[in-house]
């Protein structure tokens, strides 16, 4: 069993609509979590960081569950721009990365 | 430049040739990583340094993969005797942070092709 799991998707949605995916990690002693934006044949970018309490960067929000060991990304009011594959990231010694999410949204 | 460069971008190699990859990280970042990331996959995690000393080296897959980071800054990933199975991209990614809680900045990646 990989260390992360995403849903690969595609999450195919149109402009304005919400999506949400999540992560599953196995490593119980994980301590961080984020979550990366990859673009096509681009390398990755940190979107955002995770906390336990949950938080919010504008349209995006990211929740933590230790107890069934998910992260989570909120997508609301989903641009064009916001097509491309999520990846979620965690921590138990090393960060490890998950196979990624691809959301694409239509005009 | 103030981000993580890579070179080369792109590298075409015949099986069984050797291939050296640089990264030059963010000036001053103390942790460097590599990862490998196949075609609709996410990234792999190599190797891992802090300033000159290579602390974790258990994603390297066999010992054709090498890595060093003699100053503290710049890295070099050698591939010896290059296989198929080798080609993916392989990403660079610095922290400031010494301990791997940090944002991680990656590098534009090389694009490795074993024919």
């Known amino acids: 069993r990989k260390e992360v799991e995403q849903d690969p998707g595609p999450f195919n949605v149109p402009e304005g609509a919400t999506v949400a995916f999540n992560c599953t990690y196995s490593?119980?002693?994980?301590?961080?979590f984020f979550w990366y934006r990859q673009d096509c044949r681009k390398e990755p970018k940190l979107l955002m960081s995770?906390?336990?309490s949950g938080n919010e960067d504008g349209r995006f929000t990211a929740q933590l569950n230790r107890a069934s060991q998910y992260i989570s990304l909120l997508i609301r009011d989903s641009k064009l721009s916001d097509s491309a594959t999520y990846l979620c990231a965690v921590t138990g010694g090393l960060l490890s990365f998950g196979a990624g999410t691809t959301v694409t949204v239509r005009a | 430049g103030a981000g993580v460069s890579q070179s080369p971008r792109y590298k075409v190699a015949k099986r069984g040739q050797d291939v050296a990859l640089r990264c030059d990280p963010i000036?001053?970042?103390?942790?460097l990583f590599w990862y490998q990331q196949a075609l609709g996959q996410g990234p792999e995690f190599l190797t891992y340094f802090q300033n000159e000393a290579q602390l974790d080296k258990s994603g390297l897959p066999s010992d054709r993969f090498f890595a060093e980071r003699p100053e503290g800054s710049v890295s070099t990933l050698k591939i010896q005797r290059t296989q198929q199975e080798d080609s993916a991209v392989y990403l660079c990614?610095?922290?400031?942070?010494?301990?791997?809680?940090?944002?991680?900045?990656f590098g534009e990646g090389s694009r490795l092709t074993v024919l």
């Open positions: 490593n119980s002693a994980s301590q961080s």
């Open positions: 990614a610095s922290s400031a942070k010494g301990s791997l809680t940090g944002e991680l900045f």
């Open positions: 995770v906390y336990s």
């Open positions: 000036s001053g970042h103390v942790s």
